[in-house]
């Protein structure tokens, strides 16, 4: 059993890949080759706005709307803790400062509460300039972007939508990733959307920042790349990878229906012995991860690898707890939720080509395992 099955897919579409592939390396334009635009333009149109800009990475995704806004020393960008590394790290890279929030305990998203209260304790202090939101479509789920848009407008804040988990993901009757002022998003391998190396891009309906990302990711260029008006990086999706992208970008619907019905499937199963994950009303989430929750995490995790079912730990420790950037503020009453979720987070197989018998596998081993530690337990009281 597989975590996640790049191989499955990579069989249903094999053949489509090499003809694309083999058709980028006789044209020989590996650098912005017409795939790129071709690429940008569908997954515009996919998601929903007017402007998809490909980068070389998720990372850069999230950096380069900090650059391109003017967001550096004395800033603060509101990020939540329970999130991998990057979406704090490009803010310290900028040279702002992460100002860490807690997420919510059923969505595992941004807590507006946590936000409201960081905030009005950045504008007490008068150390730091609030600037931006950088909110998490954690594991696929779309966060609450109707009261994250309200503070932004009110206190006058950027917003910069982590979709890197959520490509396929909706909220209503809009996609993942066309949320906040501009979006960002990953095509590391094993996202929902991946290719087959780094690749990552940027959504907005901003003609004007748009222009100025494109700038930015392309040595700060103005009318040729040997004009510079910006101090920018070389943050390009290659080609190749383009192509491959085009072939998957086709079969993302069908996939997100096989993830429905999986994540479906797990939380029926499940929900009765652990703390299962499941969409919120209203939402469709991508299930880049499917987590549950127990109290007997560690000793599962240990189970289901004697059982030949891998697992995987999202995340070890918030980002608030780690080496890096324990410097760096906390909201008002500390980061309760994002402590005590990675004491009791767990990551079961997800991707679309998981059968239902390895699911069931799944949830009897975890049933069993449930049920025999509650009734001893029981029988030790």
């Known amino acids: 059993m597989q975590f996640i099955d790049l191989g499955a ?40 706005v007017k402007h998809c800009i490909a980068c070389a990475n998720g990372t850069d995704a999230l950096l380069l709307p900090l650059y391109a806004s003017g967001i550096g020393p004395g800033d603060a960008v509101f990020v939540p803790s329970f999130t991998f590394a990057a979406t704090a790290e490009v803010v310290a890279l900028a040279k702002a400062e992460p100002v860490f929030v807690d997420v919510d305990p059923d969505t595992y998203n941004i807590d507006i509460a946590s936000l409201e209260a960081a905030i009005a304790m950045v504008k007490v202090e008068g150390r730091l300039a609030p600037k931006a939101i950088i909110p998490v479509d954690l594991f696929g789920l779309g966060a609450d972007y109707d009261a994250i848009m309200a503070i932004a407008k009110r206190e006058g804040l950027l917003v910069i939508e982590d979709a890197a988990q959520a490509i396929g993901g909706s909220i209503g009757a ?45 040595h700060g260029k103005g009318e040729t790349q040997y004009d510079n008006i910006h101090v920018g990086i070389n943050s390009r999706l290659d080609t190749l990878q383009a192509a491959i992208l085009l072939e998957k970008l086709a079969i993302l619907e069908e996939e997100m229906v096989a993830r429905q019905a999986v994540a479906k499937r797990y939380a029926e199963g499940l929900g009765e012995v652990v703390k299962a994950s499941g969409n919120v009303l209203g939402t469709r989430s991508a299930w880049a991860q499917y987590a549950i929750e127990t109290p007997q995490r560690d000793a599962l995790k240990a189970h289901l690898q004697e059982n030949g079912i891998p697992s995987v730990i999202y995340y070890v420790k918030p980002l608030h707890s780690q080496v890096a950037y324990r410097r760096f503020p906390v909201a008002p009453g500390g980061l309760p939720v994002s402590e005590a979720l990675s004491e009791r987070i767990l990551c079961l197989p997800m991707h679309p080509y998981l059968s239902v018998e390895d699911q069931d596998r799944v949830i009897t081993t975890i049933r069993n395992f449930i049920g025999k530690n509650s009734a001893n337990l029981a029988a030790a009281e």
């Open 9 to 48: 897919q990579r069989a249903r579409i094999g053949d489509r890949l090499k003809v694309a592939i083999d058709k980028v390396i006789e044209d020989g334009r590996y650098i912005l080759g017409p795939q790129v635009a071709e690429f940008e333009s569908r997954l515009a149109a996919y998601v929903g």
């Open 174 to 218: 809009r996609m993942c990733g066309s949320f906040g002022h501009v979006g960002a998003t990953s095509f590391y391998p094993a996202k929902p959307l991946g290719c087959y190396g780094d690749g990552g891009a940027m959504f907005t309906n901003d003609d004007a920042l748009a222009e100025k990302l494109r700038s930015f990711a392309f």
